[in-house]
């Protein structure tokens, strides 16, 4: 019955208000310096342990891999195309069953009248419900992702699940609700990186809404034909996706912080049950169940809802951040 009244599809001012309350009351509770500092102190010490594994992990590292690191030091973020990290196959089963979700996305963007909104990220429960689809998550865990994400983190992942999102033009006036305004995602506080992989599902010109990073203010917008990977800090840098002037873009997200977050309140909007979770990721390699699982080890007491499968995820994680 709980599940039940938890799957209902309440409108997004509810759902926002259900998900963040409990977060913010336990985010004020962690201004306690005791509390805050017993965790740092258990973290650094974990820290410690795991930072001796990752000089291991680097030297079988690619010169490819080494690169994109590199990259994303150097200038915040790494731009190519997906056939890069993915092997051709892959890469097209991906982007199509990515594609076949267009329709669902477009009958709930339809829904809405411009004023009121103008983005739709499809459900976790769309990808979960139909085990085809889970190929779309589990591409986010792939193995030499997950190792740019570890070495450039400088702690093992947490990965934070995929999220496909379209978005159309509003043709009265540019749009710059959520996402749309510059902003870094600071789950953790900008304590330690954050790294965000961003896959275009349609051309993307600058006037549909490209991926943009603003350095000593200048825009960067990302333009790039369908399969073009980017992947970025976005807790570093600034950064937006761009109003759209004209028609529609469809793009993925995966996103991953360390798997010991420092707010681990924050994390609190999950997009699949742990359950799911475990399903979806039964046959893959020890690493990449623990990069997806990293959530069941999360402290209870600081993550009380635990299974929260609404659209929107990562936008919490940006959007109660710093803007500027
Ligand atoms: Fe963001």
Redesign the pocket.
Known sequence: MLNNLFLKDYPAALRRIIAQEPARLIEREIQLPTIAQYLDKKRENAALIEQEKLVNEKQKLTKLQHNIISSIKQYGYWKGSINKIFDFQEANTLISLCESSYQFLKQDLNKYNFQQQNTVTLSPRLIYNNSRNWIIYQAGLNEKLLQIAHQYIGLPVGYHGAEIRLSRANPDKLDMAG?KTP?K?CEEGQKYPLL?AVLYLSDVTEDNGPFTIIQKNQSKPFTGYKGTLILAD?SQNL?HGMPLKHGERMILFWTYSSHRPRCPHRCIIWPHSHIAVRKMTRNMSLVQQQAARWREYLPFLLCPVRYYPFPGHNFFL?DRNITG
Do not use: E, L, Q
């Open positions: 996402p902003h995602d965000k976005t950064h940006g």
